[in-house]
């Protein structure tokens, strides 16, 4: 059973160079997600991600992050993150990877946008679970690779996963999968 506004969490490269083709199609994702009356959900990181709270954010949506961090402070100083644009703050003091996991769970939707080490956990852990994923391709990193694990994963998970090179299309057709079919979880673990 879904409650509430449909959460979108955008998984991605946080940090190294960011291409500003890259950094305005994550934009016009947040928007996207606005449009579609979504919240979107990141680890509350700088990067792609972040520039896809801003385009949520431009477009009045409702933005949420899931710090590694205890406090603010910690956010900021210690991980180096933003708190512009984002208008609840989840603090989990789980740290990098241990808020992965809380993060990828408080979404019903997972969109992949370039990424490194750590979008490839957020990945595992959504695929892993059967949550939906949409993978928005030509953004470099763990999204434009997917396919290339994927068949060595061999694992039936129930996870729908979308590929887009344009985010609108790819946000469409995630909401549209959502509210036409919702995933449910745990029902694997449950039975298993």
């Not at 940090?15 to 934009?27: A, Q, S, V, Y």
């Not at 997600?33 to 700088?46: F, R, V, Y």
């Given at each position: 059973?879904?409650?509430?506004?449909i959460?979108?969490?955008?998984?991605?490269?946080?940090?190294g160079?960011?291409?500003p083709?890259i950094l305005?199609r994550?934009?016009?994702l947040?928007?996207?997600i606005?449009?579609?009356?979504c919240?979107?959900?990141?680890?509350g990181?700088?990067g792609?991600?972040?520039?896809?709270?801003m385009?949520?954010?431009?477009n009045?949506?409702?933005?949420?992050g899931v710090?590694p961090?205890?406090?603010?402070?910690?956010?900021v100083?210690?991980?180096?993150s933003p708190?512009?644009?984002i208008d609840?703050m989840?603090?989990?003091?789980a740290?990098?990877m241990?808020r992965?996991?809380v993060?990828?769970?408080?979404?019903?939707v997972?969109?992949?946008v370039?990424?490194?080490?750590?979008?490839?956990?957020e990945?595992a852990?959504?695929?892993?679970?059967?949550?939906?994923?949409?993978?928005l391709t030509?953004t470099g990193?763990?999204?434009?690779?997917?396919?290339?694990?994927?068949?060595?994963i061999?694992k039936?998970?129930?996870?729908?996963?979308?590929?887009d090179?344009?985010?609108?299309s790819l946000?469409?057709?995630c909401?549209?999968?959502f509210?036409?079919d919702?995933?449910?979880?745990?029902?694997r673990e449950?039975?298993g």
């Amino acid at each position: 059973m879904h409650c509430g506004l449909i959460k979108i969490g955008v998984m991605g490269s946080a940090g190294g160079k960011m291409n500003p083709e890259i950094l305005e199609r994550c934009k016009e994702l947040g928007r996207a997600i606005a449009d579609e009356g979504c919240a979107i959900l990141t680890g509350g990181c700088p990067g792609l991600p972040h520039a896809a709270v801003m385009g949520c954010k431009e477009n009045g949506g409702l933005t949420i992050g899931v710090s590694p961090a205890l406090s603010i402070q910690e956010h900021v100083e210690r991980y180096a993150s933003p708190t512009d644009n984002i208008d609840v703050m989840i603090f989990t003091g789980a740290g990098l990877m241990g808020r992965e996991i809380v993060g990828v769970r408080s979404c019903d939707v997972v969109v992949i946008v370039g990424g490194r080490s750590g979008t490839l956990g957020e990945f595992a852990i959504a695929y892993d679970e059967g949550r939906m994923l949409g993978i928005l391709t030509g953004t470099g990193g763990v999204a434009d690779h997917v396919n290339d694990f994927l068949p060595v994963i061999e694992k039936p998970t129930g996870s729908r996963i979308f590929f887009d090179d344009d985010p609108r299309s790819l946000i469409a057709r995630c909401v549209k999968s959502f509210k036409a079919d919702p995933p449910v979880i745990g029902e694997r673990e449950a039975a298993g």
